[in-house]
């Protein structure tokens, strides 16, 4: 880990150094340790209320930066900085991303992502409506991103399971077990790390359910991804906090219509009336967003070559089968660059060896 990250997870474990005051920090000091060591008159003179900056300095007394970096690493949650280059690219182009990302699981560039979202109190068709175009989704590589809520949060990231896809939790909550909301879903959290996924948060560890993160975190669920799908939801339901964010972050927002005599109905219905795209299937939600292409373009890019050396072996290697001697001769590359070569291909899923030093395409 980053030497200064464990003075950003310390920061991160006061509350009120939230997006906007980290901004106005970040421009004064040039690292994490110098706000962590700064005097109370260093933070005013950045922006800092003069409180805030008071109240800063005694919170600051009670945090073991240490400490709290060692608690991440016990309960192997990795943290990911803004300024990493894992950290969500299409999260990074929102008005107040967080600073930080704490993630259970894989954590990867994820260029095709949509978030499905709606009420806790779904009804049959709400259940068979999130299936049907959730699977179909995932089905088409699309990442599922959700809250872990009970309701439809739940029924998409179990959809996207039941298709070996790929899904985020995004929590209100800190990540450590004694922590993870609701409790019931804990289970869930192991399916989707297991499956490849990733569960995360932008709340330090040990952060209780408190009523009024779960809206804050809505905006991470709209800020991974291309657009919002809203499956059924109350006139007041929290699912059309994430549309509104979505809305401001110039997402798109797709709206599952329903019947217009259901209270969960009234939510989606509301939103076409406002402009929303209403959608019944998976492919009108592909075609709204221009990506027909998309399983071409995602199959493509896993055999594009990152070295030269791939670049030749790709051109001389097709699905049937072909001796190691024969792209030797081929590629002119000598006997340890093509076998180093050829292992890493292999791990990164390019090739396939089926013995006797024999090479295929993996797909």
Known sequence: MHADLKYKIA???????????????????????HVWLAPIKELVRAGIEEKVAAEFAARRTTLNPDELMERSVKENIRVIAIEDDDYPALLREIYDPPHLLYCRGNMKKDEFSLAVVGTRKFTNYGQQVTETIVRDLAKNNFTITSGLALGIDTLAHNATLSEAGRTIAVLGTGLDKSSLYPSSNRYLVDKITAGGGAVISEFPLGTPPLRHNFPQRNRIISGL??????????????????????LEQNREVFSVPGNIYSLVSVGPNNLIKQGARPVTTAAEIIEALNLNAIN???????????????EMILSNITHE?????????LTGLDTSQINSTLIIMEMKGMIKNLGNMQYVLAR
């Open 296 to 310: 071409t373009y995602i199959e493509n890019k896993k055999i594009m070559p990152e070295s030269p050396e791939e």
């Open 321 to 329: 089968p072909r001796h190691i001697d024969e792209l030797i001769r």
């Open 11 to 33: 920061l991160n474990n006061f509350s009120k150094f939230g997006p906007v005051r980290l901004k106005k920090l970040k421009k004064t000091f040039p690292s994490a340790q």
């Open 225 to 246: 991804a291309l657009g919002t799908i809203v499956i059924e939801a109350g006139e007041k339901s929290g699912a059309l906090i994430t549309a509104r964010y979505a």
